[in-house]
């Protein structure tokens, strides 16, 4: 697993693994990361469905509730074929353009 940290956002990377094994080893990295963005960098999957997305939906819950942002990117699922809870992106610039978003929403109390 590698953790690229950029400011508060830590940039999660894995590579030549299941997505079983990036959730495991996700969960286990999660205490190191737990007060940063997250951004999980999703490319080196091929073959990835809404419902392999949705994997990711508990501790995107947990992540959020502690007002930080946590974006998936990819460009095999859409957003619009996984619930609003998620958030998805196509590229790593517009996880980072949505984490500035809701920075700000999170400032302005929206």
């Known amino acids: ?9 830590t940039v999660v ?3 030549n693994t299941s997505l079983n094994s ?5 969960n286990e990295a999660y205490p190191k990361i ?4 997250i951004v999980l960098n999703l490319f080196s999957f091929s ?7 949705l994997e990711f939906l508990e501790i995107s819950d947990t992540h959020r ?8 990117v990819t460009d095999k699922v859409s957003y619009e074929e996984v619930p609003d809870k998620i958030c998805v992106v196509p590229t790593l610039q517009e996880a980072m353009d949505i984490i500035e978003m809701e920075e700000i929403e ?3 109390e929206l």
């Open 1 to 9: 697993m590698i953790l690229t940290k950029e400011g508060n956002t």
């Open 13 to 15: 990377l894995q590579e």
């Open 22 to 26: 990036f959730l495991s080893n996700l």
């Open 34 to 37: 737990k007060n940063d963005h």
């Open 47 to 53: 073959k990835l469905t809404p419902d392999h997305v």
């Open 65 to 72: 509730k502690s007002k930080k942002s946590f974006v998936l």
């Open 106 to 108: 999170r400032d302005l």
